[in-house]
């Protein structure tokens, strides 16, 4: 079993960290982008497309919009597929409950940090049956600059009363990881996305394949 470091309160990244879902949104944004007519190919939109926040890769998409209403519209449009097509899909990661459970017990505040909007955001909670464990959440729509820059974890952090280096953050991906640690918390890797061996070459102080090794 893994023992982690003492913190007074616990920040959770969403997609990949609580689900295993990367790849329904990864399957999305190809539809996505199929229906559009973008003609972009799987890895030129990893490469120069996929990264900030939203608004961010919607503006990269579509230049020719000018406004945020503009782009969060049909970013709205993506969430939308998202959420209709996979949704239902969506599984809490081995030992998930449990864990939150002993959270809950010792009374430590439990945040959510995800670049996922608010729909998805309460979609995903609601699907793993996990709402009620959270004191407060804050999605990408909240906050100005996207992972890696470390504002939403900042922000859940204040949202907590918590200093941020007195939480401990768990993440799945390199811009998340460097986000938490942007912000001075030490970071937990979720292995959905790397291996564990490369969670810890980048800085996480432990690394999980799941919840149940807690």
Not at 53 to 78: D, S
Not at 149 to 164: M, R, S, W, Y
């Amino acid at each position: 079993m893994i023992q982690l470091p003492q913190k007074k309160a616990y920040i959770f990244d969403m997609d990949g960290t609580l689900t295993d879902n990367m790849h329904y949104h990864h399957l999305a944004w190809m539809k996505f982008i199929e229906e559009k007519g973008l003609g972009i190919d799987a890895e030129t939109f990893e490469r120069d497309y996929h990264k900030g926040t939203l608004i961010e890769v919607m503006a990269r998409f579509f230049p020719h919009l000018t406004t945020e209403e503009q782009l969060r519209e049909v970013g709205n449009e993506k969430e939308a597929l998202y959420r209709n097509t996979y949704g239902h899909l969506l599984q809490p990661l081995p030992g998930l409950h449990a864990f939150f459970n002993g959270l809950k017990a010792k009374k430590l505040p439990i945040g959510l940090a995800t670049m996922g909007d608010q729909n998805n955001l309460e979609m995903t909670l609601k699907q793993l049956e996990i709402t009620s464990y959270f004191h407060s959440t804050t999605g990408g729509d909240q906050v100005e600059k996207g992972k890696p820059h470390p504002e939403i974890f900042l922000t859940a952090a204040k949202k907590l009363g918590v200093a941020p280096q007195d939480c401990l953050a768990f993440e799945d991906t390199a811009s998340g990881i460097k986000a938490a640690q942007g912000a001075g918390m030490d970071v937990v890797g979720v292995a959905t996305q790397f291996s564990l061996e490369k969670l810890l070459a980048l800085g996480c102080v432990a690394g999980i394949e799941d919840y149940t090794s807690i």
